[in-house]
């Protein structure tokens, strides 16, 4: 099968680029390269930036509930198109099917919060301030926004950031991952068709040096960035530099604690989804089970590797597979490079998911890997590894757990396993970390809420959707208004309080 060449998407409609630059896409299944994407250039940038600009303003006027309405007619498009666009997903990506359609899911309860836009969207109204004086104040859209996103959710995290800028009233510069950029292509299509005027949505495929471009293309207003901690940073620095403001969400090493009074059934369950669902490749995936006491270690770790060696990995469109293979073959090495790692290190690999059967079928499948006694010295404790791999640390107390938590310099999300109230109430209070579970292994916060971890997960201060969404992508502007009869009389003094 000769890979079709994808394309852009600005002005309403794919366009080819100008760019002779070009990335593989794989199907992560068959390992079969099966398009191109485009990888733009300087011109590539320009078109683009140049539609987004002469849409933006025109949208930004038609009224929040226009705009509403646009994307309500979006979420119907995208939920009649939903099995069609998981299966993009799962082609590109290599999650499992079902696991595609929940992502899709995630990401459109975004828009149905943002379709709340003409009662978000509301300012405060003060009458009477001071004599004949009124103070109201409103928020407006930016103006052309930028959108970079990662790999591991490509319908999702582009849906995290497109309903709230599309729903203020922005244009958006949506620059997905080129590993999976078939489905973000597909959504600015449907959103044209739900009504959406041309050069509001549109997608600009490319690297690192499309990213770099729109960092510092003085047309953009803001960015917002979602993908690994090192790129995060330099994102953020590079937009703040160029005077835009900025949210970067980065990597993440997540932590399940176990207490030794917690329903070890209901940690085994938690832990196997959480852990090996979509191959690990999820910012909320748990990577570390700090396991206090030893008894309770030794009650786990058995149980777990037998569910771990049982675990179904396969294609991603067959309805019995608990797991995909990862992205692409590069990564799949570094994965097992860091098993290498672990066992070099001194750690003890309990379940080795190198030596699955799966690994020998074409794609670029891996087998789900168990450690025990890892430390927090070791490489893979401290790196954010981003495939089925799960570490399990031993350790003496509830404080040395959380002790352990809060050292990390990731603080993504975090999670408590125990039936004592006060215990998880005390940990919840004390974490360093963004988002926490009690009994909840992926404690992702719903539309309504906002989504964004601490430390060297986050960059910014507002986080994704929920209200800092609609803060993030508005200004605020306050109105102190007068309409006085005759003439004021000139005031050369700070008013006093009267
Ligand atoms: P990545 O950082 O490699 O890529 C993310 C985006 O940045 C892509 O669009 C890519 O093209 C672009 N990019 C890559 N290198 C760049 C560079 N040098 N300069 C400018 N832009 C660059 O991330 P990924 O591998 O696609 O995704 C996995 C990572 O994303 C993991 O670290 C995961 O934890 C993280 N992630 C975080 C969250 C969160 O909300 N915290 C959510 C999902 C994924």
Redesign the pocket.
């Known amino acids: 099968m000769t890979p079709h060449l994808l394309t852009h998407f600005a002005g309403g409609s794919r366009c080819a680029a100008h760019s002779g630059r070009v990335a593989p896409v794989f199907n992560p299944a068959s390992g079969q390269h099966v398009a191109s994407v485009p990888l733009a250039d300087a011109a590539d940038v320009e078109h683009v930036v140049a539609d987004a600009a002469a849409a933006a303003s025109a949208w930004g006027a038609r009224s929040a509930l226009d705009r509403a309405r646009v994307l309500f007619k979006f979420r119907e498009l995208c939920l009649a198109n939903a099995e069609p666009l998981a299966a993009l997903i799962s082609d590109e990506h290599g999650k499992v099917r079902t696991d595609a359609l929940g992502e899709l899911q995630r990401g459109l309860e975004v828009v149905e919060f943002a379709v709340g836009i003409p009662h978000l969207m509301k300012g405060e109204f003060s009458d009477g301030v001071s004599r004949g004086i009124d103070m109201y104040s409103l928020r407006q859209p930016l103006g052309v926004v930028a959108a970079?996103?990662?790999?591991?959710?490509p319908a999702m995290?582009p849906l995290w950031m497109l309903a709230p800028a599309l729903a203020c009233g922005n244009a958006v510069i949506l620059?997905?991952?080129?590993?999976d950029p078939s489905c973000p292509l597909r959504l600015a299509e449907l959103f044209a068709e739900a009504g959406g005027s041309p050069g509001v949505f549109n997608v600009l495929n490319g690297?690192?040096h499309a990213?770099?471009a729109l960092l510092t293309d003085p047309r953009v207003q803001a960015v917002s960035f979602?993908?690994?901690?090192p790129?995060a940073r330099?994102?953020y620095e590079t937009a703040a530099r160029n005077g835009k403001r900025v949210q970067a969400?980065?990597?993440?090493k997540n932590h399940l604690v176990v207490l030794p009074d917690a329903d070890i059934d209901q940690v085994i369950e938690s832990l196997i989804g959480a852990a090996y669902g979509s191959a690990g490749e999820r910012?909320m995936a748990i990577s570390v089970a700090v396991v206090v006491g030893a008894a309770t270690a030794d009650a786990l770790v058995p149980r777990l590797a037998e569910r771990v060696r049982a675990l179904r990995v396969g294609s991603p469109a067959d309805a019995a597979s608990d797991m995909g293979p990862l992205v692409t073959a590069a990564h799949r090495n570094r994965v097992r490079g860091f098993i290498d790692a672990g066992e070099r290190d001194g750690a003890q690999l309990v379940v080795d998911g190198r030596a699955h059967p799966a690994v020998n079928a074409p794609g670029f499948f891996l087998g789900g890997s168990l450690f025990d006694h890892v430390t927090a010295e070791m490489e893979i404790y401290r790196e954010?590894i981003?495939g089925p791999v799960l570490c399990v640390v031993r350790v003496a107390t509830a404080d040395e757990a959380l002790a352990l938590c809060n050292a990390h310099r990731y603080g993504?999300g975090v999670a408590i396993f125990t039936r004592s109230g006060g215990a998880a109430r005390d940990f919840a209070h004390r974490v360093q970390c963004g988002m926490v579970g009690i009994n909840v292994p992926i404690p992702v916060p719903l539309a309504f809420y906002s989504?964004g971890?601490w430390k060297e997960?986050?960059f910014g201060d507002q986080n994704?959707h929920g209200m800092d969404g609609v803060r993030f992508f508005t200004r605020l502007k306050t109105v102190t208004s007068r309409w006085p009869a005759g003439a004021a009389q000139a005031s050369f003094t700070m008013p006093l309080l009267k």
Do not use: Y
């Open positions: 970079v996103t990662p790999f591991n959710f995290v620059k997905p991952s080129e590993r690297d690192a990213v770099n979602v993908g690994s901690t790129v330099h994102v969400m980065g990597g993440a910012c954010e981003f993504n989504f971890g997960s986050a994704q």
